[in-house]
């Protein structure tokens, strides 16, 4: 019933980031991949430089010398083959892969190969010029502009989301002070009329009209109880304790005889003893209240209702029958405000908040229904 602005903000602000950090990043991609191809693009004009400085090199050396000193770089690397690519000289720190005529990137290794005329240069062939290179400032580049993009988007949408939210927020909270009081103005009325129903009828005995009261009094109190349960929901601790659980459903089928009786309905029970289960009274209300009210509001006149409670292996079975109208959609029933038909009234929460508490406590609900012949509910507890 709450409306948390803080999770409303958070999820939304993580969707629209999403979605606008995809629209701004991509340009940004192309953009760096740019970057990527000219500093490419400046890495293989420098090899193509150091490349002519050394062949220019060795074209000055005059074959009288005794003694040719091959020129070294601190950043660069050569080596000379032959046409057989046979190594002459080299001072490269890896083995390239490829010897034909252009410029090659191996990892970190950036190279370029030259073919030589015959003349000169000691019978080699080819010359190979290679440098170390990374676009590491390029990548950190993006990597920080992508986060700031992130980072001040996030900001940004949970800033005006929040403020956006703002609103509702207090609209629901108005909204859920409003409903407290309602239970609160309901509760009083209710329990004063069922006071005095059972003064009544101990003065002047039963009769059908108050049997009618008794019933729209106790349907009233299921609708209650759910409310109430739902309004609760996340702020109450619900106190465990040993409940015997074939005692419990049968002051449960007790309290709703009064409305099955006006309906001629037969409520046939199997309920095995002194078995007790560690739960709450609470929730185990919400889960019996409202499996045994929808049988007897979804069938017909002079039908029957089988409501059993067994042990099989180390399970628990809580069990209900009904020959009656059956579920054309059953998994839309947990659906909260969900009315398979509304002319039978309620307001669609009772199967919702049976869902919410049977995934809480791990609880296994099975659902068979055939149009026209009836709905079985099978808890395993």
Same mark, same amino acid.
């Given at each position: ?9 958070? &999820? ?11 629209? $701004? ?15 490419? +693009? &400046?890495?293989?004009?420098? $090899?193509? @430089? ?8 060795? %074209? ?22 032959? @046409? ?9 720190? *890896? ?9 090659? #990137? ?17 019978? +080699? ?9 990374? +676009?590491?400032?390029?990548?950190? *580049? ?6 700031? =993009? ?7 949408? $949970? ?9 509702? @927020? ?6 859920? #002070? ?17 006071? #005095? ?42 106190? =465990? ?8 459903? %049968? ?6 005889? +009064? ?11 199997? $309920? ?35 409501? &059993? ?73």
């Amino acid at each position: 019933m709450t409306f948390d602005s803080k999770k409303f903000a958070l &999820k939304y602000a993580t969707i629209y980031t999403s979605v606008l950090a995809v629209i $701004l990043i991509t340009p940004l991609i192309i953009y760096v991949m740019l970057l990527l191809q000219i500093d490419k +693009a &400046k890495v293989e004009l420098s $090899l193509q @430089e150091q490349s002519k400085r050394v062949i220019a090199s060795m %074209q000055r050396y005059d074959n009288s010398d005794k003694i040719y000193y091959f020129p070294r770089y601190k950043e660069y690397q050569t080596a000379l083959y032959t @046409e057989q690519y046979q190594e002459l000289f080299s001072t490269l720190e *890896f083995e390239p892969s490829s010897f034909s005529e252009g410029f090659y #990137n191996e990892g970190k290794h950036y190279y370029i190969i030259y073919p030589l005329p015959n003349k000169y240069y000691f019978k +080699a062939k080819y010359l190979l010029v290679s440098t170390i290179h990374t +676009a590491n400032e390029i990548y950190f *580049f993006a990597l920080l502009t992508i986060l700031a =993009i992130l980072l001040m988007l996030f900001i940004f949408s $949970l800033l005006l989301l929040k403020n956006f939210s703002a609103p509702f @927020e207090h609209m629901n909270e108005q909204l859920d #002070n409003f409903i407290k009081d309602s239970m609160h103005e309901i509760n009083t009325p209710l329990s004063i009329i069922n006071l #005095n129903v059972d003064l009544f009828a101990n003065k002047y005995g039963d009769n059908k009209y108050l049997q009618r009261i008794k019933s729209a009094s106790k349907t009233l109190a299921t609708i209650y109880d759910d409310m109430d349960y739902l309004i609760k929901q996340g702020r109450v601790e619900h106190k =465990i304790q040993a409940i015997d659980m074939g005692e419990f459903i %049968q002051n449960r089928v007790d309290y709703f005889q +009064a409305i099955a009786n006006l309906k001629h309905i037969t409520i046939k029970t199997e $309920l095995s003893t002194n078995i007790t289960y560690n739960f709450s009274k609470t929730k185990l209300q919400r889960i019996v209240d409202n499996t045994i009210s929808n049988a007897i509001k979804y069938s017909p006149s002079q039908s029957s209702i089988e409501i &059993k409670f067994y042990k099989k292996d180390k399970n628990l079975i809580f069990e209900v029958k009904d020959y009656g109208v059956g579920i054309a959609n059953v998994e839309k029933i947990f659906s909260r405000y969900y009315r398979e038909n509304e002319s039978k009234g309620g307001f669609g929460i009772g199967l919702n908040i049976v869902k919410d508490i049977i995934d809480e406590e791990g609880i296994s609900l099975s659902v068979s229904s055939t149009l026209g012949e009836g709905t079985t509910f099978l808890y395993t507890f």
